[in-house]
């Protein structure tokens, strides 16, 4: 007799998946959000906008690329939410809006709930530090499609911003600071160099390089740092022109997406040491400096350009929060682009 499970779908796990997650999800409930008896959407209470005098809806979505391969080979899964939060959220910190909420899309090979559970859990996680909320989200089950033990996470998120202060290029001028915010790591860019350097060179997930001071698997699993709530806080403070979240295309071209077309951005890289993760694999993989530079973003998750007057303060505010960061350049006259020197 055909059936449903037959073909490879199991619905009593996707609905046990569901209850493991349920506790770690309430974690990042923000008072707006209104329950939906049905579960078929999530729902926001959207008089919160009442206070803003035109508020703009800011939106996101990503998701934490070929880094979850590694995740399914390590048999590690309560860390890629914090990937796909940081993605997806400071995305829209960029801008200067508050996270308000998310919700995300796990297709996978078969439903392992508790797999499913702690993929969703750091999700979840991840959504309180940022303070947003987890409203939604689906799970589909793809036999044929995928192997068992594969899968795919991805989110979107959305936010909100006064329109007099919204964040951006046309803010930047001559004289303003470059301020750098450290990543945990490689966070969720330059996986598929990370695995061609795997697959190519005597490097191992379980091989732990001296420098390193722990196996490398562990080191690339290393989640996300989130910055929105930094970033809002440095807003708050004052004097901040633009942010630039350091992802795909490395420092440099992310940077120059936040300058208007006539000035540049001057970086020193003798402003930081390049943590030992980016040695480790440009040593082993032979990798070109320039190569390095569009690849990853060698220590640099975050940047913020502010006025000149409010540097200091900035690199106080951040220091108290906990959060690594450095001068780490200036803005010049220039055509809308940014050199490392």
């Not at 091989?207 to 740092?225: H, I, M, N, V």
């Not at 006025?307 to 006259?333: N, Y």
């Amino acid at each position: 007799m055909t059936s449903y499970e037959a073909a490879g779908v199991d619905i009593a796990a996707g609905e046990r998946a569901v209850e493991l997650m349920k506790s770690r999800v309430a974690r990042s409930r923000r008072p707006e959000v209104v329950d939906d008896a049905s579960g078929f959407a999530g729902l926001f209470d959207a008089s919160a906008f009442l206070r803003y005098k035109r508020p703009l809806l800011a939106t996101s979505t990503d998701g934490v690329g070929t880094k979850v391969d590694l995740a399914r080979r390590l048999g590690i899964y309560d860390t890629i939410g914090h990937d796909l939060v940081g993605m997806v959220i400071d995305d829209l910190a960029v801008c200067g809006a508050e996270p308000l909420f998310m919700t995300d899309y796990i297709a996978c090979g078969k439903v392992v709930p508790e797999r499913i559970a702690d993929i969703v859990g750091g999700i979840a996680d991840a959504c309180a530090l940022a303070g947003c909320a987890l409203v939604g989200g689906e799970t589909a089950e793809h036999p044929g499609l995928l192997e068992a033990d594969e899968f795919d996470v991805a989110g979107a998120g959305t936010g909100v911003v006064e329109a007099d202060g919204l964040l951006g290029p046309d803010r930047v001028r001559p004289g303003d600071a470059v301020i750098a915010m450290a990543s945990s790591g490689i966070h969720s860019n330059g996986y598929s160099l990370v695995r061609h350097i795997l697959a190519t060179t005597d490097l191992r997930l379980d091989s732990q390089p001296a420098d390193l001071g722990r196996p490398l698997g562990e080191e690339l699993l290393t989640p996300t740092r989130i910055y929105a709530k930094d970033c809002l806080a440095l807003i708050d403070s004052g004097g901040v022109h633009a942010f630039a979240h350091i992802t795909g295309g490395g420092l440099a071209a992310n940077l120059a997406r936040s300058l208007p077309s006539t000035v540049d951005a001057v970086l020193r890289r003798s402003s930081w040491e390049v943590p030992a993760i980016f040695r480790t694999l440009q040593a082993h993989g032979d990798v070109l400096q320039p190569e390095m530079d569009k690849a990853f973003n060698l220590g640099v998750g975050m940047a913020a350009i502010v006025a000149p007057d409010s540097a200091d303060e900035a690199l106080r505010l951040l220091t108290g929060r906990g959060v690594p960061a450095w001068a780490l350049g200036e803005i010049v006259p220039g055509t809308g682009t940014t050199t490392l020197s």
